[in-house]
């Protein structure tokens, strides 16, 4: 914080633009893999056919009005939700998991922010050309060129965040169909406000805020930090190494190898400042570790490159502890999932996960819900006998139509009566509604507290269903 | 944080200096704040021109949006945007996206409508709201009406016949149930005696001498009881005289009376007081034929339907 000269602290600091370098290696690489496996999945997962009988030929669609989620094969409904809750709990137990072993890889790699920002710079780097171009041409003034590669830039950007807008709502209606839809005004309302906070939303976050949005807004990048331990593997810089006694120094004649260097007592850091130039939050590694850093792995690829090109062994900056760069005698990093923590997180991640899998894969062709009518909860007949009355819902998760019947078990075939509705052939997605009663002389009924309904779909006994359900009778008086 | 030290920021002071060397600061508004109140400054205009604002005379200013709706009347009106005329309007619309299945209630036969899951299932939902409105205060939520007062409609017997005809009979011109009080005609023994008789006939325990004299009287003329009980004493539903030989009790609330001197006691005090209270409205005229049938479906499906 800057201090003026009444003693006042100012709050508001201006943004200092970030020109990143562009670099290759290791982590380059793998950034830039799952990018692509990332892009391909969110804009052409709307575009996948999968034919259906009663839905869009979409493999993917959230079928909001529809209540239902078609996901490949799979048919989600509002009462799956369960499975909506196993997903976010497994996504922050891998949170946890890996950012206690490897700091935050999420941030780094796979955030929607370092990727969409990735993409902006990648498309800044397109028009406007290097680090060096693009700060000659932020400093220039206004002329034809400034315009046009700018502004160009701020279209492209636009263009993208656009796409990335309407790749979104995609997921929601027919892509094909609410494409024209929407550039010829006939789509829905949410359609146009949803493009329309998304499109302005992925502009201002990935081409005007970048790393703001990281340093100032996301709280994840911060509860992250508590999940650090001291032998948590982050991007470091190895000081001891790079600084020796004399600290940082140029390359020049008579410091040019090791030796030489090591002689004189300058560390292995030749100050060439790529990793600071590389940073796509722009900060110094050398700092040591910060809560600024996203732990993106690039000034490992810079210091490489340099290490590579002067002979220098690589991993000046490297994924290493704390615990280790202090250690008497550093060893080669590793990870450390030796601690009850990580292996508590990963057996939370593993039961979890199985059972989500098991879940769904052992998932029912329908929903059941049987209702004993409580107003009133028994009848006494004419001749004695109690009736109690049951509504059975059945919602049909299948593809197809489904005739459902209902028999029972533990008490007389004959007591159960199914009314004017004997079964009850239900729309795949549709629920439908069967009125059960069921009738016990007076002695069975005192004998009978509980007793099975049992729901079958026809010409699939295997997926029957049974559920227990409650028998009341007047308690007996005297 | 080389580069924050460039940035200078002085703080600013209102300018003028009191005693030579006493300033003021000035703290002004952020500027996106500012200008965010300006944004609901102009919201506020547009809000104004489009809805109720200001009061003007005896009225107010009623503002460009209007809602159109039908009244209870079948006038359509036009109005100005407020929440009443806006649920009225809502109202309509639910109305018409009901109207397609009473159109086809309206066209069903009452065995077409519960044999459809789909017309049962709008049963279910629509018959029970109707219940739940006019019924419900007297029969209960369920329809287990209240032993004393109020017939269940949820057991098998009925006053008037089960059958869909007579329910929809006794919901359209109403029913009134009479009993006389037969305290006036007869001695306290007889009335006991016809109580035990009574008793009898649903196998609660009884004293057998006063029953076989309760049942001389029942079938004699002096009582006469199966004038409207019949000879059988199973009731005569034209006239909604219920069935004696049954287990089920609307008027003497015998189940829930302990002990058999107890139970005869209010089977007694019926035959002594006699009812005029079975009082059922009618409700052609209150409801629409519509929703009369949704009803007379609703309740034959609530158990006892025959």
């Not at chain 1, 930090?225 to 006694?245: C, F, I, K, Q, W």
């Not at chain 1, 107003?375 to 998760?397: A, E, F, M, W």
Request: net charge neutral.
């Amino acid at each position: 914080m800057q201090t003026d000269s009444a003693g006042q602290t100012g709050l508001y600091q201006k943004r200092i633009p970030i020109f990143t370098r562009s670099v290759k290696g290791r982590f380059r690489r793998f950034k830039t893999s799952v990018l692509v496996l990332a892009y391909t999945v969110y804009f052409l997962l709307p575009w996948l056919p999968w034919s259906r009988l009663d839905a869009p030929a979409q493999a993917v669609l959230f079928d909001i009005p529809g209540r239902k989620f078609l996901i490949f094969g799979l048919t989600v409904y509002p009462q799956d939700v369960i499975w909506l809750a196993l997903l976010l709990f497994i996504a922050a137990i891998l949170l946890f998991f890996v950012t206690g072993l490897v700091g935050r890889a999420f941030c780094g790699y796979f955030c929607f922010q370092t990727l969409w920002t990735d993409l902006f710079i990648w498309i800044e780097h397109f028009v406007q050309g290097e680090r060096p171009a693009r700060i000659r041409l932020s400093r220039q003034p206004w002329n034809r060129e400034k315009i046009l590669k700018i502004g160009g830039t701020h279209a492209l950007w636009l263009l993208a965040a656009l796409w990335t807008g309407l790749s979104f709502i995609f997921y929601f209606s027919y892509a094909p169909q609410l494409l024209v839809d929407f550039f010829t005004g006939q789509a829905a309302l949410a359609a146009y406000i949803t493009v329309g906070i998304i499109t302005p939303s992925t502009y201002a976050a990935a081409g005007l805020m970048r790393e703001q949005v990281c340093t100032y807004i996301c709280p994840y990048g911060r509860f992250q930090s508590v999940m650090y331990e001291p032998n948590t593997l982050a991007v470091h810089y190895d000081s001891r190494r790079g600084e020796s006694a004399l600290g940082r120094a140029p390359v020049r004649a008579g410091q040019r190898s090791l030796a030489e260097r090591h002689e004189q007592g300058f560390g292995d850091c030749v100050d060439c400042g790529l990793c600071v130039q590389v940073c796509p939050v722009g900060i110094d590694i050398r700092d040591g570790l910060q809560y600024k850093c996203i732990s993106c792995g690039l000034c490992i690829d810079a210091c490489n490159t340099i290490m590579d090109s002067f002979g220098f062994p690589q991993g000046l900056i490297r994924y290493d502890s704390e615990q280790n760069l202090a250690a008497e005698k550093p060893t080669a990093p590793k990870l450390q999932w030796k601690s009850l923590k990580t292996i508590g997180y990963g057996a939370a991640l593993l039961l979890m996960s199985t059972y989500l899998v098991y879940s769904i894969s052992t998932r029912g062709s329908f929903d059941r819900v049987v209702n004993q009518i409580r107003q009133p909860l028994y009848v006494v007949l004419s001749n004695g006998d109690i009736r109690n009355r049951y509504q059975i819902h059945i919602t049909n998760k299948s593809a197809q139509n489904q005739t459902y019947q209902v028999s029972s078990t533990g008490i007389p075939a004959e007591a159960l009566d199914l009314g004017s509705l004997h079964e009850i052939t239900i729309r795949p997605g549709h629920s439908g509604l069967l009125q059960a009663s069921v009738r016990l002389p007076p002695e069975l009924a005192a004998k009978t507290h509980h007793f099975e309904l049992l729901v079958t779909p026809q010409g699939k006994p295997a997926d029957a269903r049974s559920e227990t359900v409650r028998f009341d009778s007047p308690r007996q008086a005297e | 944080m080389s580069e924050q030290k460039s940035q200078s920021q002085t703080a600013q002071t209102t300018g003028h200096a009191w005693d030579g060397d006493l300033e003021e600061y000035n703290n002004p508004l952020p500027t996106w704040w500012v200008y965010t109140f300006y944004a609901t400054v102009v919201f506020a205009i547009v809000y104004w021109t489009i809805y109720p604002s200001w009061p003007f005379g005896k009225g107010w200013i009623g503002g460009a949006s209007s809602i159109t709706y039908v009244n209870s009347e079948g006038e359509t009106k036009t109005h100005s945007w407020n929440t009443r005329a806006l649920y009225l309007e809502d109202m309509n619309q639910a109305a018409a996206a009901q109207k397609p299945y009473f159109d086809k209630i309206s066209a069903m036969s009452y065995e077409q409508i519960a044999k459809d899951p789909d017309m049962n299932g709008f049963i279910i939902s629509a018959g029970k709201a109707i219940f739940a409105d006019s019924c419900a205060p007297c029969h209960q939520s369920g329809g287990q009406g209240v032993v004393g007062f109020f017939p269940n409609l949820t057991d098998d017997d009925w006053l008037y016949g089960g059958s869909y005809d007579k329910i929809h009979e006794t919901l359209v011109g109403g029913r009134r149930g009479y009993m006389p009080a037969f305290s006036e005609v007869l001695g306290g023994e007889q009335i006991d005696q016809l109580a035990n008789y009574v008793a009898s006939l649903s196998g609660i325990g009884h004293d057998a001498a006063k029953a076989k004299a309760g049942n001389a009287l029942f079938h004699g003329e002096a009582a006469a009881c199966f004038y409207c009980h019949n000879a059988d004493a199973k009731g005569r539903k034209d006239v909604g005289a219920p069935n004696l030989t049954d287990s089920i009790w609307l008027w003497a609330n015998v189940p829930a009376t302990a002990g058999n001197e107890g139970k005869v006691a209010a089977i007694r005090g019926v035959i002594a007081n006699g009812l005029n209270k079975g009082v059922m409205p009618a409700w052609a005229g209150r409801l629409s034929p519509e929703q009369i049938k949704v009803l007379t479906v609703y309740v034959h499906e609530l158990g006892g339907g025959q």
